[in-house]
């Protein structure tokens, strides 16, 4: 099934009241709730995506090829304005099974793959994630390659090789990234949360969420930041990448790591093969790597540079509507 033209969105001009549409039109059963920010003539408008819905465009405009994103994430959308108006960006969104206990990676990298050839039938390809779907467009590289496909540029933002970070488990991989919050307990709460942490990942029952039995007294906004880890994120963990030979570019945090997460390229030094450069934002939290100006001017501008090494690379497909 070929994506849905973006023409099909309904697009609320972001600032005229739309956030209370998009909550009324929410309330309806023949919407799904799936809203995007997106970007029309470099203007943020929100975007309501239609049930099985497998891609959206973020920037539609420009004849150059486009960079795939796995989702998006918060305040990407600023990095897609600043990367310029004649860049695409597609979102690859509409896999429903990521929260299903039966979710594996291989079968949303399928399906995404499937998403790509029917808009793009040939290379070079260009994609990325964040995250845990840093994983997922990891894996959709390997299997454009494994058909034949050249893959121009794999971007991965703040993903460490999971197989890398193995030894951290979920306690760590919690703490690294949620390091912000947890700089605002208290710290006579802290030993409390970590121990049952530690109780907690045997059966990935957290016992500090509310409802559980240890009576903690933080804030919900922060309890909430700290919810059940999702089949997709426990897969990601799993996962252990095959050697990549391909261009490759790393954005990371590089304030307030510790042990492994130290590391200068996340562990990717062990598989990536091929030219792998890193980008590195002066976020401490995880969530916020694209939050500051700072933080998304710079990574506009290296992921901007690097799309531009694969078109002088393969000039033809500039003219490539």
Known sequence: MAPRSSREFVDLNVGTGSH???????????????????????????????ENTQMVALQPAGERPPFFMVDSYPYFIEVVRLTGTDQPVLSLIGYEETRSESYNIPDEANAH????????????????????????AYEIAQRLRALGHEVGLLV?????????????????????????????????EVPGWMAEKFRGLKDRKP??????????????????????????????RRYRPAPYSGRFLLVKRERDLVGRYRNP????????????????????DHLEI?????????????????IDAVIEHHPAVCLRA
């Open 20 to 50: 209370r549409i998009v909550e009324e039109l929410a309330r309806t059963k023949s919407m799904r709730r799936k809203f995007y920010t997106i970007l029309r003539e470099n203007a943020k408008s929100l975007a309501i995506v239609p």
């Open 113 to 136: 793959l499937k998403t790509i050839l029917a808009h793009q039938p040939h290379g070079p390809y260009m994609l990325g994630g964040c995250s845990a779907s840093g994983i997922v």
């Open 156 to 188: 991965l933002f703040d993903t460490p090789n999971p197989y890398f970070m193995r030894e951290y488990s979920d306690f760590w991989m919690s703490v690294t990234s949620y390091r912000t919050d947890l700089s605002k307990m208290r710290w006579s």
């Open 207 to 236: 016992r500090w969420l509310p409802g559980t039995s240890n009576g903690s007294t933080r804030t919900p906004s922060i309890m909430d930041q700290f919810g059940p880890t999702s089949p997709r994120v426990i897969a990601a």
């Open 265 to 284: 390229n996340f562990g990717w030094g062990n598989v990536v093969q091929g030219v792998m450069e890193v980008c590195k934002v002066s976020a401490a």
């Open 290 to 306: 694209f939050r500051s100006e700072v933080d998304r001017s710079t990574v506009a501008q290296r992921l901007r540079r690097s």
